[in-house]
């Protein structure tokens, strides 16, 4: 019988990897002044539950005592540790729910020493929880987000979209496009393109329009998501909720303060919605490698502002409608990027409020433009600026990868 399935079948989580780590990473921590989370970590690993909690909140005040680039290795690893110290005591007394809220927030917020003892115990704890919530469950008729052949007013739209949008160059648009032909006349030529035809045997296009399977596969999950307009405004915050609690929100449909799932790694977190899409073949162009796989899931009127990327980028619609307006990389200084270095790769173009005074020849720049439907997949080359805006609630998938020669391949 493998560890993990030993240890489901009793009432404990198995950790090979603290077990063998947990001696030096308490040293590494002692020779960083850690000496109060090594006490409470000694104490919590021989089964006091409190000492356990307090290890966890020392590491996570050193996780937010400066910028996250400057916090040690060693301190997320610790958070790490403490999560597990902390989801065992809940495992034991059948409390999967907290205990699984405390894996996500060590698999989230700490480092990669303990990654795999955090995996394997959010797959225990993720099949006890659906073995003792499959009791009751009773399967009603399903609840779609998006429902097929909603009206779609353009005009209303528009009224919602920035000046000048669909009024232009659209982006061409080809089916079943070959990577033969995706190589010699988009890649190369570092030209956009939208896909259609290639996500069809996606299980996502069906199951991520159901409701009840988000909330069945990963309602429990504690996820990161974007509170405010976005997040060069003032007022715009980060949380960590529940994928329930984020469900909920976008059905109340609270236009005023939008609630978004952006730029997530959730399919390293949650394999099974990893299992619902795939790699597309046009990720292979240029010989390099796959960089980072995010999640975009929110309701309409979402926006992601006027950014761009270093790497290429296939963006697959795969829930709901997005307006995306795109500049080429040759644009930058007319976009009046922002001088601060965390934000040198956005523009301080509102493109929603345009200041005509401060930005007096953006009006007269030219663009393209689409309306990225269900199915449809959008290639945005690497430093082509792009805006984005949900139209309907809206569940997207972003591939970045680089080229092999690419000097952004860091």
């Given at each position: 019988?493998?560890?993990?399935?030993?240890?489901?079948?009793?009432?404990?989580?198995?950790?090979?990897?603290?077990?063998?780590?947990?001696?030096?990473?308490?040293?590494?921590?002692?020779?960083?002044?850690?000496?109060?989370?090594?006490?409470?970590?000694?104490?919590?690993?021989?089964?006091?539950?409190?000492?356990?909690?307090?290890?966890?909140?020392?590491?996570?005040?050193?996780?937010?005592?400066?910028?996250?680039?400057?916090?040690?290795?060693?301190?997320?690893?610790?958070?790490?540790?403490?999560?597990?110290?902390?989801?065992?005591?809940?495992?034991?007394?059948?409390?999967?729910?907290?205990?699984?809220?405390?894996?996500?927030?060590?698999?989230?917020?700490?480092?990669?020493?303990?990654?795999?003892?955090?995996?394997?115990?959010?797959?225990?704890?993720?099949?006890?929880?659906?073995?003792?919530?499959?009791?009751?469950?009773?399967?009603?008729?399903?609840?779609?987000?998006?429902?097929?052949?909603?009206?779609?007013?353009?005009?209303?739209?528009?009224?919602?979209?920035?000046?000048?949008?669909?009024?232009?160059?659209?982006?061409?648009?080809?089916?079943?496009?070959?990577?033969?032909?995706?190589?010699?006349?988009?890649?190369?030529?570092?030209?956009?393109?939208?896909?259609?035809?290639?996500?069809?045997?996606?299980?996502?296009?069906?199951?991520?329009?159901?409701?009840?399977?988000?909330?069945?596969?990963?309602?429990?999950?504690?996820?990161?998501?974007?509170?405010?307009?976005?997040?060069?405004?003032?007022?715009?915050?980060?949380?960590?909720?529940?994928?329930?609690?984020?469900?909920?929100?976008?059905?109340?449909?609270?236009?005023?303060?939008?609630?978004?799932?952006?730029?997530?790694?959730?399919?390293?977190?949650?394999?099974?919605?990893?299992?619902?899409?795939?790699?597309?073949?046009?990720?292979?162009?240029?010989?390099?490698?796959?960089?980072?796989l995010n999640a975009w899931f929110g309701p309409a009127g979402t926006v992601t502002p006027l950014h761009h990327d270093?790497?290429?980028?296939?963006?697959?619609?795969?829930?709901?409608?997005?307006?995306?307006?795109?500049?080429?990389?040759?644009?930058?200084?007319?976009?009046?990027?922002?001088?601060?270095?965390?934000?040198?790769?956005?523009?301080?173009?509102?493109?929603?409020?345009?200041?005509?005074?401060?930005?007096?020849?953006?009006?007269?720049?030219?663009?393209?433009?689409?309306?990225?439907?269900?199915?449809?997949?959008?290639?945005?080359?690497?430093?082509?600026?792009?805006?984005?805006?949900?139209?309907?609630?809206?569940?997207?998938?972003?591939?970045?990868?680089?080229?092999?020669?690419?000097?952004?391949?860091?």
């Amino acid at each position: 019988m493998s560890t993990a399935a030993t240890a489901a079948a009793g009432n404990y989580l198995s950790t090979p990897t603290l077990d063998a780590e947990s001696s030096n990473l308490l040293q590494t921590i002692s020779s960083h002044g850690g000496y109060a989370y090594v006490r409470m970590s000694t104490l919590a690993a021989s089964g006091d539950f409190r000492a356990a909690e307090a290890a966890r909140e020392m590491a996570w005040e050193q996780l937010h005592s400066g910028p996250w680039h400057s916090v040690l290795p060693a301190w997320r690893d610790a958070y790490s540790m403490a999560c597990l110290h902390v989801a065992k005591f809940h495992y034991r007394n059948d409390e999967f729910k907290e205990s699984l809220r405390v894996l996500d927030l060590g698999l989230i917020m700490g480092g990669v020493l303990l990654k795999k003892d955090l995996e394997s115990a959010i797959e225990i704890v993720t099949a006890k929880s659906r073995e003792k919530e499959s009791e009751g469950f009773a399967k009603g008729p399903k609840c779609k987000f998006v429902e097929e052949g909603d009206e779609f007013d353009k005009e209303e739209v528009l009224r919602a979209l920035p000046e000048k949008s669909l009024s232009s160059k659209i982006v061409v648009k080809k089916s079943g496009l070959s990577l033969e032909g995706f190589l010699r006349e988009h890649f190369l030529s570092g030209s956009p393109v939208i896909i259609g035809d290639c996500m069809a045997h996606w299980p996502a296009r069906t199951k991520w329009n159901d409701m009840d399977y988000l909330k069945r596969v990963a309602g429990d999950r504690t996820v990161p998501v974007e509170v405010g307009k976005n997040y060069l405004c003032q007022e715009w915050k980060q949380e960590l909720i529940t994928f329930s609690e984020f469900l909920e929100k976008i059905q109340s449909n609270d236009s005023a303060v939008p609630t978004y799932l952006a730029q997530h790694q959730l399919f390293d977190q949650i394999n099974e919605l990893r299992k619902d899409i795939c790699i597309p073949d046009y990720c292979c162009a240029g010989g390099g490698e796959l960089r980072s796989l995010n999640a975009w899931f929110g309701p309409a009127g979402t926006v992601t502002p006027l950014h761009h990327d270093p790497h290429h980028n296939i963006l697959a619609q795969v829930v709901g409608k997005k307006y995306v307006r795109l500049y080429t990389s040759s644009l930058s200084e007319e976009l009046y990027p922002y001088n601060e270095t965390m934000l040198c790769n956005s523009s301080q173009v509102d493109l929603d409020n345009i200041d005509d005074g401060q930005f007096p020849k953006v009006h007269d720049l030219e663009f393209l433009d689409c309306i990225l439907e269900e199915g449809e997949m959008l290639y945005i080359p690497p430093k082509w600026w792009h805006y984005v805006r949900s139209l309907t609630i809206s569940f997207s998938v972003s591939f970045w990868w680089s080229n092999s020669e690419s000097p952004d391949a860091s």
